[in-house]
């Protein structure tokens, strides 16, 4: 079993930064994949970005590319997703994941996901 805790989330202006964070805990951390997803009124949930939990390798939505990036504190059993030169059209609730998996391929479909947090609002204003 995995629980994972979001927090940082908030109202910022377009333009600006945010990071959030999931602290996660329950068990061993070798073999798990970690994802953020997003969900908008209205729409589906949807890929942002993941990380292998030891390997590194990440991958990101081509929306986010190049403005966000995930990271992980191995010490602190954390994942960080920061935001910068939000929009928008990035206002959702961002949902943390994990993925118990024996690859170092990181998935980007939720249904692959196995835990998901509560979730934390972000909301950005024009």
């Known amino acids: 079993q995995v629980q994972l805790v979001e927090s940082g989330g908030g109202l910022v202006q377009a333009g600006g930064s945010l990071r959030i964070s999931c602290a996660a805990s329950g068990r061993t951390f070798s073999r798990i994949h970690m994802g953020w997803f997003r969900q908008a009124p209205g729409k589906e949930r949807e890929f942002v970005a993941a990380?292998?939990?030891?390997?590194?390798?990440?991958r990101y939505a081509d929306s986010v590319k190049g403005r966000f990036t995930i990271s992980r504190d191995n010490a602190k059993n954390t994942v960080y997703l920061q935001m910068n030169s939000l929009k928008p059209e990035d206002t959702a609730v961002y949902y943390c994941?994990?993925?118990?998996?024996?690859?170092?391929?990181?998935?980007?479909?939720?249904?692959?996901?196995?835990?998901w947090g509560q979730g934390t609002q972000v909301t950005v204003s024009s």
């Open positions: 990380l292998t939990w030891s390997g590194g390798s990440t």
């Open positions: 994941a994990a993925r118990i998996v024996w690859s170092d391929v990181v998935t980007t479909t939720p249904g692959l996901y196995d835990y």
